[in-house]
């Protein structure tokens, strides 16, 4: 590869050493500057969302001869006074559905555990007694527990069989007996687990009071960074020509329409995973709180907002907003559980087929597979959060990759991006690999 020395040099391409120097050094300070504030950026990236969503009706008011501080302010007002007014409208609703489900979720699982337990008590009975059937015959029970002298004058407290130790308390144990070969039960395990849930409310009634002020000094804190989050975000809507300008001057004038094709590319990507998938929420916890109050499911309006909630956390989300579903409709009867099931079902089946393709578009898509495997890398290294973004950044990688991968083998098969970003007929210039510049001609 030919490439110019000093200032002065030019290459064929316009990558001088210098240039290359310098792009290749601060890129590598910026990566090590992000790794050691990793903890403080999550603002910054929320910024960086929030412009990006509202940027477009930003850009909308411009268009009217709004000045664009102005156009700011009226999306802020319109957008937080339609959050407000929907939140002002069901918060009532929801703050009642809530209380009675918390209210009623233990006798709700009494429920459950009554109606269903039979059932699941005698599966499990009849596995029990395949295994025993085929076991060995059991061996001279031990004595309950053996309290034996130590050579250094302690004693020793060995347990045998019908016996357990619990600890309550720092410095004290005791032993309870323990039934052989008791009955498996669903009612008795889930009332001991209701009951062992209202006990240890009582014992740690101080603890709790200490996490609601923890909750309180963290909602304090929240109020603070949304502000801060909203003043960053307007910042970079009112300065993004400046900005966009100032990355586009890195590469040589031969690269930048190379830079344009880049930023489109990300552009359709990162539009149909943040504002698309705003809208597939929105769309499913209308339909999703439709057919839950024409199946008469309880509850309807708390579980609705759970499954709008959670379709922002892509397969996962939507899997776990249907357990709760589901399991209240077997609190009513089967019916209604199966009623619901089919529902969400075809929900996701209208969101998969129809909605997607319109609304997040072809652009958009990567493959199942490599979401959930980035959705896993990120909540094991940065949690909930991690989830929520790890498809943004999966869309930007993708972006990157076929972008170069575009724009180094011509020849290869294009995505739908390309088509639409280069026109068919059009001349794409690239590199070829004696650095000469060539031109390669798109054909239908």
């Known amino acids: 590869m030919t490439l110019g020395s000093g200032r002065s040099g030019t290459g064929a391409s316009g990558w001088t050493r210098s240039r290359i120097a310098f792009l290749a050094i601060s890129g590598s300070l910026v990566v090590l500057f992000a790794l050691l504030t990793r903890e403080v950026l999550l603002p910054f990236v929320l910024a960086g969302i929030i ?12 268009k009217i001869r709004l000045p664009r501080s102005l156009a700011i302010l009226l999306v802020y007002a319109v957008t937080f006074s339609i959050l407000y007014v929907g939140i002002a409208a069901i918060a009532p609703r929801v703050y009642d559905e809530t209380v009675n489900l918390s209210r009623d979720t233990p006798a709700l699982a009494r429920s459950l555990a009554v109606r269903y337990g039979p059932q699941v008590e005698s599966r499990v009975q009849g596995l029990i007694s395949k295994v025993e059937s085929t076991a060995p015959p059991p061996k001279e029970p031990r004595p309950a527990f053996e309290i034996k002298p130590q050579e250094d004058g302690s004693y020793a407290v060995e347990l045998g069989s019908g016996a357990t130790i619990i600890q309550d308390g720092e410095r004290r144990w005791t032993i309870e007996p323990v039934t052989e070969n008791e009955k498996f039960q669903v009612s008795g395990l889930v009332g001991d687990a209701i009951n062992g849930t209202i006990t240890f409310m009582k014992r740690n009634f101080l603890e709790l009071v200490r996490f609601g002020q923890v909750v309180v000094s963290r909602v304090t804190r929240g109020v603070f960074f949304t502000f801060m989050i909203l003043m960053v975000a307007g910042y970079l809507m009112h300065t993004r020509e400046s900005i966009l300008a100032f990355f586009r001057s890195l590469p040589p004038v031969g690269a930048r329409p190379s830079f344009d094709r880049l930023i489109s590319r990300m552009d359709r990507g990162l539009a149909g995973v943040v504002r698309g998938q705003l809208v597939i929420c929105l769309v499913n916890g209308v339909l999703s709180a439709i057919g839950f109050w024409l199946f008469g499911l309880k509850y309807w309006p708390i579980l609705a907002l759970i499954a ?37 079902v075809g929900i996701h089946q209208i969101e998969a087929n129809l909605l997607n393709p319109k609304i997040i578009g072809v ?33 930007v990688t993708q ?7 575009f724009e180094s083998m011509p020849e290869a098969p294009v995505d739908s991006i390309a088509d639409e970003i280069i026109p068919v007929g ?17 054909s239908a």
Do not use: N
């Open 51 to 62: 412009a990006y969503v509202l940027t477009p009706l930003v850009a909308a008011c411009e």
């Open 308 to 344: 709008a909630v959670m379709s922002i956390i892509p397969i996962f989300g939507s899997i776990l907003s249907t357990i709760p579903a589901v399991l209240v409709g077997l609190t009513q009867d089967i019916w209604t559980a199966l009623w619901v099931l089919l529902w969400i």
């Open 363 to 395: 652009a958009a898509k990567v493959h199942p597979v490599l979401v959930v495997f980035s959705l896993i890398v990120g909540e094991h290294f940065f949690g909930l959060w991690g989830a929520l973004l790890a498809v943004p950044a999966l869309s």
């Open 399 to 405: 972006s990157l990759f076929m972008h170069f991968r």
């Open 426 to 442: 059009a001349q794409v210039k690239s590199i070829a690999p004696d650095d000469t510049p060539a031109s390669t001609s798109r």
